[in-house]
């Protein structure tokens, strides 16, 4: 969901997260406990593991400072640590 559906990138038509629901891949407008935001984005991914497009997702995250979520099997602060 959050490769396949926010962009218009031509790699996300193959996304593994096409038909997931974004609340997997992004927090909860409102807070979000540690506990519930690790297992979230353990779930995520996961997903992102077996992704085949799961680089040019994260390079594209990268690329544009995408400040949220889960994007090329990467949180926001793990993707700010490769820049
Ligand atoms: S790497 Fe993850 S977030 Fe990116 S398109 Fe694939 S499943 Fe979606």
Redesign the pocket.
């Known amino acids: 969901m ?3 559906v926010l962009t218009n990138e031509r790699w996300q038509t193959r ?3 096409r038909d997931r629901h974004a609340s997997v ?1 992004f927090p909860p407008s409102q807070g979000e406990r540690n506990n519930d935001r690790s297992e979230r984005e353990r779930l995520a991914k996961a ?2 593991t077996r ?1 085949p ?2 680089q040019p ?1 994260l390079d594209y995250a990268v690329r544009i400072r995408e400040p949220y979520g ?4 990467m949180n926001e602060v793990e993707r700010r640590l490769l820049l």
């Open positions: 959050a490769g396949a996304a593994a997260c891949f997903i992102c992704c497009v799961r997702c889960i994007w090329g099997g």
